[in-house]
Nanobody, 124 residues
């Protein structure tokens, strides 16, 4: 089954950092744009960041700009989300998925190969 495996989540204090990994299982992500999404309890899943297949284009939602960065290592079949200066409102389950064009504001139905997610909790 083609899907992503997310890892790197955990409990961190406000102001701390985490690095999430998104590894493709059973396929190559080389020609795909990859998006990171998050879903907090009782809220809809929202786009956080994405990176194009060529690594030339990235996008971030306003609330994480300047704090999060996204990168990819096609040799490792993995995309990373570096999260710095974390806030309690960043608490959510984080997912990654694939699409053809980097855009975090399209419907999540435009994305595929969803993983199980990794929990990020920001709390003192």
């Amino acid at each position: 089954q083609w899907q992503f495996v997310e890892s790197g989540g955990g409990l961190v204090q406000p102001g701390g950092s985490l690095r999430l990994s998104c590894t493709a299982s059973g396929f190559s992500l080389e020609h795909l744009a990859i998006g990171w999404f998050r879903q907090a309890p009782g809220k809809e899943r929202e786009g956080v960041s994405c990176i194009s297949s060529t690594n030339r284009s990235t996008d971030f939602r306003d609330s994480v700009k300047g704090r999060f960065t996204i990168s990819r290592d096609n040799a490792k079949n993995t995309v990373f989300l570096q999260m710095n200066s974390l806030k309690p409102e960043d608490t959510a389950v984080y997912y990654c998925a694939a699409t053809y064009y980097c855009n975090i504001y399209v419907s999540i139905t435009e994305y595929k190969y969803w993983g199980q997610g990794t929990q990020v909790t920001v709390s003192s």
